[in-house]
């Protein structure tokens, strides 16, 4: 899954200097940590098939039969879902609000997971992963658009990457739990974790920005005094978002689909489409879902159920040193230190596999995959994994921000139900090693990309981000104004 920011000199332009400092207000960190809770569900539901098809698959703890193929669906029906969830997004956050949209998530997810804790057949458990997955959908969309909205810049970066960090937790409690439970268990466990979520979300506010889009100043003022602190003077910021949106609405076309494909748009978009491809083709998911499966046929001499261990552990621990890191170094470089990362560690695993298959023997190495694992999920968090989402949030034009969203997130699991869908067949058809020597290939590419089109946002606002993206600088800001680099 699953993600960034440095407290770079502010970009100004009719702002004045007195406006509300940036600092981590409790507000804010509730904000985040409230829709961060929701990412630690979809971190449990996205790994739990990686535990579960072990005991599922076994006949003498379920008491229906679960073939091969079934187990292939059980996998690769949450991505598809998601696909449609994606979709189903975009229009939703436009409509009932970002929040109102996260927290409508919260039932469904709990119901899902009792479909499957409860399941007599493999419909039943099919109909679970695929609710699962249409939630999915909808909060990978929605977790990025919200705190993009609400958290300053200079903050946006490290609380960020709450969602990362809870996600991450969400696997690792799978794997955890998962080494001691049968599949039924650990779907009633994964009932009981949206509950919290729940019972946050209907505490903190809508986003300002979502306020302004439907013309509602005051209920804006409102939720940036709740966001910013009471004592903080919020009108040069209101000021701001109330401008950005008449710049947005001056421009703008009522075709939602012509404003979303102009010129001037597609460059953003384009740019989130590629990050979103280069996430899910570097094989994260195929990893994340099959990892007892890999291991086994590595014949490594670590316990598979350990080793998953192991890697959740890397994976939730990575995700902090990228809060450390984002707001120091930027997204390239996390980004850069990430593909190469993975380029090494999937070239050598393929390396790994082909002796297994053709010799010379390497059963003395048993130790190599979970070395490879370690490091290309250590790369994997740092930037692939959160900044593609985090940067979805961050520079597509509010204007179009939802549609363009469900556009890049239904794009997204559309790849992820590819990869996780074809990955069995992939090692059948080029074995094991011809899979990862293709997915290090295409990171090789993302490389490239990332170094010619991916621009640096940290410690920008999104109407800064937005107005050097569309070539959209007012006059008033003539005065005051800051070089704003995108290092392209």
Same mark, same amino acid.
């Given at each position: 899954?699953?993600?960034?920011?440095?407290?770079?000199?502010?970009?100004?332009?009719?702002?004045?200097?007195?406006?509300?400092?940036?600092?981590?207000?409790?507000?804010?960190?509730?904000?985040?940590?409230? @829709?961060?809770?929701c =990412? *630690?569900?979809?971190?449990?539901?996205?790994?739990? !098939?990686?535990?579960?098809? &072990?005991?599922? $698959?076994?006949?003498?703890?379920?008491?229906?039969?679960?073939?091969?193929?079934?187990?292939?669906?059980?996998?690769?029906?949450m991505?598809?879902?998601?696909?449609?969830?994606?979709?189903?997004?975009?229009?939703?956050?436009?409509?009932?609000?970002?929040?109102?949209?996260?927290?409508?998530?919260?039932?469904?997810?709990?119901?899902?997971?009792?479909?499957?804790?409860c399941?007599?057949?493999v419909?039943?458990?099919?109909?679970?992963?695929?609710?699962?997955?249409?939630? @999915?959908g909808?909060? =990978? *969309?929605?977790?990025?658009?919200?705190?993009?909205? !609400?958290?300053?810049?200079? &903050?946006?970066? $490290?609380?960020?990457?709450?969602p990362?960090?809870l996600?991450?937790?969400?696997i690792?409690?799978?794997?955890?739990?998962g080494?001691?439970?049968?599949w039924?268990?650990?779907?009633?466990?994964?009932?009981?974790?949206?509950?919290?979520?729940l019972?946050?979300?209907?505490?903190?506010?809508?986003?300002?920005?979502?306020?302004?889009?439907r013309?509602?100043?005051?209920?804006?003022?409102k939720?940036l005094?709740?966001?910013?602190?009471?004592?903080?003077?919020?009108?040069?910021?209101?000021?701001?978002?109330?401008?950005?949106?008449?710049?947005?609405?001056?421009?703008?076309?009522?075709?939602?689909?012509?404003?979303?494909?102009?010129?001037?748009?597609?460059?953003?978009?384009s740019?989130?489409?590629?990050l979103m491809?280069?996430?899910?083709?570097?094989?994260?998911?195929?990893?994340?879902?099959?990892?007892?499966?890999?291991?086994?046929?590595?014949?490594?001499?670590?316990d598979?159920?350990?080793?998953?261990?192991?890697?959740?552990?890397?994976?939730?621990?990575?995700?902090?040193?990228?809060?450390l890191?984002?707001?120091?170094?930027?997204?390239?470089?996390?980004?850069?230190?990430?593909?190469?990362?993975?380029?090494?560690?999937?070239?050598?695993?393929?390396?790994?596999?082909?002796?297994?298959?053709?010799?010379?023997?390497?059963?003395?190495?048993?130790?190599?995959?979970?070395?490879?694992?370690?490091?290309?999920?250590l790369?994997?968090?740092l930037?692939?994994g959160?900044?593609?989402?985090?940067?979805?949030?961050?520079?597509?034009?509010?204007?179009?921000?939802?549609?363009?969203?469900?556009v890049?997130?239904?794009?997204?699991?559309?790849?992820?139900?590819?990869?996780?869908?074809?990955?069995?067949?992939?090692?059948?058809?080029?074995?094991?090693?011809?899979?990862f020597?293709?997915?290090?290939?295409?990171?090789?590419?993302?490389?490239?990309?990332?170094?010619?089109?991916?621009?640096?946002t940290?410690?920008?606002?999104?109407?800064?981000i937005?107005?050097?993206?569309?070539?959209?600088?007012?006059?008033?800001?003539?005065?005051?104004?800051?070089?704003f680099?995108?290092?392209?």
């Amino acid at each position: 899954m699953k993600i960034l920011m440095r407290a770079d000199t502010h970009v100004s332009y009719s702002v004045p200097a007195e406006g509300p400092k940036a600092n981590f207000t409790f507000s804010q960190v509730l904000a985040a940590l409230s @829709v961060s809770l929701c =990412s *630690l569900v979809v971190g449990f539901v996205s790994a739990y !098939t990686s535990p579960a098809l &072990v005991s599922m $698959t076994d006949r003498t703890i379920t008491s229906f039969e679960v073939t091969k193929d079934a187990g292939s669906w059980v996998g690769g029906i949450m991505p598809l879902a998601a696909l449609a969830g994606g979709i189903t997004g975009g229009p939703l956050i436009e409509y009932l609000g970002r929040r109102n949209t996260i927290l409508a998530t919260a039932v469904p997810f709990i119901v899902s997971s009792l479909l499957i804790a409860c399941a007599v057949n493999v419909i039943m458990i099919l109909c679970g992963r695929f609710l699962t997955g249409f939630c @999915v959908g909808i909060a =990978s *969309l929605s977790l990025p658009v919200y705190l993009g909205e !609400t958290l300053q810049p200079e &903050v946006r970066g $490290t609380l960020g990457l709450l969602p990362t960090a809870l996600g991450n937790i969400g696997i690792l409690v799978c794997y955890v739990a998962g080494s001691f439970m049968n599949w039924s268990m650990l779907a009633f466990l994964g009932a009981a974790l949206p509950v919290p979520f729940l019972i946050l979300m209907i505490i903190i506010p809508e986003t300002p920005r979502w306020f302004v889009n439907r013309g509602q100043e005051e209920r804006a003022r409102k939720a940036l005094k709740w966001l910013r602190g009471k004592e903080a003077d919020v009108e040069p910021e209101l000021k701001d978002l109330m401008q950005s949106q008449a710049e947005a609405d001056s421009q703008a076309t009522r075709n939602t689909c012509l404003e979303l494909f102009k010129r001037i748009n597609l460059k953003p978009l384009s740019i989130s489409l590629g990050l979103m491809f280069f996430q899910q083709f570097s094989g994260i998911n195929a990893v994340i879902f099959y990892t007892v499966q890999i291991f086994k046929d590595a014949g490594s001499t670590i316990d598979s159920n350990l080793c998953t261990i192991i890697v959740g552990i890397v994976n939730f621990f990575a995700t902090f040193m990228g809060i450390l890191l984002i707001d120091r170094l930027g997204r390239k470089i996390l980004l850069y230190v990430s593909d190469i990362a993975m380029i090494l560690t999937l070239s050598i695993l393929g390396g790994f596999f082909y002796c297994k298959a053709h010799g010379p023997d390497v059963s003395h190495l048993g130790w190599l995959p979970l070395s490879c694992f370690v490091i290309y999920i250590l790369g994997f968090s740092l930037g692939f994994g959160p900044i593609p989402w985090l940067m979805m949030g961050e520079i597509l034009p509010a204007k179009i921000r939802g549609p363009a969203a469900s556009v890049v997130t239904a794009f997204n699991w559309f790849c992820t139900f590819v990869v996780t869908k074809t990955f069995q067949d992939l090692t059948v058809a080029m074995g094991a090693h011809g899979a990862f020597w293709l997915f290090g290939a295409i990171c090789f590419v993302g490389l490239f990309f990332v170094l010619i089109y991916v621009p640096e946002t940290q410690g920008k606002t999104l109407e800064d981000i937005e107005r050097k993206m569309m070539g959209r600088v007012p006059i008033s800001a003539a005065v005051n104004i800051k070089p704003f680099s995108f290092n392209m």
